[in-house]
């Protein structure tokens, strides 16, 4: 059975700091890994993904995930946090042949100026 | 820039009722979803569907659930006789890809509350 962790609920990072959240995962075969964020009564909105190749993963507004099959996880992160990125991100994962994803129970990342 | 609409923003009703949840995919996607989250929980695969047809579902998605595409553009989902842990906040979304999980559109989401 597929299985995605987020330990944190809550990441602190001042404005202009570098950004981390963590993900790990737990899927029988090769993983699709994805980062949705979710602004307040909006809907979750795609950042990246990865499904094969270069394990360092570039996505929209600057953030970037690196996927380590030996540490079976797919790290969030971004060189120097905005305000504007608080927001709840949530880490997925998919296997092919199948459409669905599951996801993690969200981190909430609060950037302070 | 193309994106998915859903109807209603909120409902309220009573347990025991039934409620239409409504979804325009963007229009040329093959694959359509639905998720749910409960207030402060995770995101929750409900069902999907290619083709006129429910390609997957969950343990979730039984009976009291159906999903169809009346018109060749909306895609609803019933939930024939709700109940109270029916109350979450469910989510429409679509995917242009063909195989795979691949990236999923979602749109903005229907409460629904359930008394």
């Known amino acids: 059975a597929q299985s995605v962790a987020q330990p944190e609920d809550q990441v602190n990072v001042a404005e202009g700091n570098p950004l981390t959240v963590k993900c790990t995962y737990s899927?029988?075969?090769?993983?699709?890994l994805f980062w949705y964020v979710q602004y307040p009564n909006r809907g979750l909105q795609f950042l990246l993904k990865?499904?094969?190749?270069?394990?360092l993963v570039k996505g929209s507004y600057g953030f970037e995930a690196e996927f380590n099959k030996s540490q079976t996880s797919f790290h969030l992160k971004k060189p120097s946090a905005l305000v504007s990125d608080s927001a709840l991100y949530f880490c997925?994962?998919?296997?092919?042949?199948?459409?669905?994803?599951?996801f993690g129970t969200g981190t909430r990342l609060l950037v302070s100026p | 820039e193309p994106e998915v609409t859903q109807t209603p923003s909120h409902q309220v009703t009573q347990m025991g009722q039934e409620v239409i949840l409504r979804c325009v995919p963007i229009?040329?996607?093959?694959?359509f979803y639905w998720y749910r989250q409960i207030l402060g929980q995770k995101v929750e695969f409900l069902v999907s569907?290619?083709?006129?047809?429910?390609?997957?579902k969950s343990e979730i998605f039984d009976d009291q659930f159906s999903v169809e595409r009346p018109d060749g553009s909306n895609f609803t989902l019933k939930i024939r006789s709700t109940k109270l842990e029916d109350s979450a906040m469910y989510f429409c979304?679509?995917?242009?890809?063909?195989?795979?999980?691949?990236?999923?559109?979602f749109g903005e989401g229907s409460r629904l509350t359930v008394l």
């Open positions: 979304a679509s995917s242009p890809t063909s195989s795979g999980p691949g990236e999923l559109f």
């Open positions: 990865y499904i094969t190749g270069d394990n």
């Open positions: 899927v029988s075969g090769n993983p699709y």
């Open positions: 569907f290619y083709n006129n047809e429910i390609s997957e």
């Open positions: 997925a994962s998919g296997v092919t042949g199948f459409q669905k994803l599951v």
């Open positions: 229009s040329n996607h093959l694959y």
